[in-house]
């Protein structure tokens, strides 16, 4: 499946989106809408998005007696501060930045692991690739070599084949051979016999003269 494509204008669009439908507009969220997506680069346009959207606040208003009383109390509160309040409130200050910071910290070490985890992921994906395209290969490798097999096995038959018809013919020979020697062998024994016998008769002429 196709991994779907993160731009500005698409996070823009679901952030947005997800706003009026009043739905928080969390990273997941706008994941969610696009159909996917890095986690940091998804983050990177939602924080974009929210430093260039406009804020948003809709108007309070209080009753007078509630409007007197906070005044009351403002000009009371201002009235109690004195040197400790203000160091309490910047010690309070000092430790909500450090606590902040310790966040911020936790936030940039989860999102530094979230990028090591899609690398990996990435990464993953490829050599699953790799090994799904050697394998491809090797299996084609594979039917290549058995059929260059089973030609070489029917090669191979026919030329067995070609040598049992040469053993055949070459039988055939030599028996055609030796029954010509053997009738050489009868022929000149029979030419032997006839100039024996034609000897005798001369002979026998010669005496008989």
Known sequence: MAKAVVTQERVFEVAQALTDQGTAPTILNVQEGIGGGSYTTVKRYLDQWREAAPKQRQPVELPEPAVARLMSLGREFWGLLDEQAGQQVEALRAATREEVAAIQ???????????????????????????????????????????????????????????????????????????????VTAARAEAQAAAVEAARLQGELTALK
Request: proline share 0%; net charge negative.
């Open 105 to 183: 910290t936790q936030l940039d070490q989860a999102e530094q692991a979230i990028g090591r985890l899609e690398a990996e992921r990435e990464q993953a994906d490829n050599h699953a690739a790799a090994q799904e395209q050697a394998l491809r290969e090797a299996v084609a490798a594979r039917a290549a070599q058995t059929e260059r097999m089973a030609a070489a096995e029917a090669k191979a038959g026919e030329l067995a084949a070609r040598v049992e018809d040469l053993k055949g013919e070459l039988e055939r020979a030599h028996a055609r051979q030796t029954a010509e020697r053997e009738a």
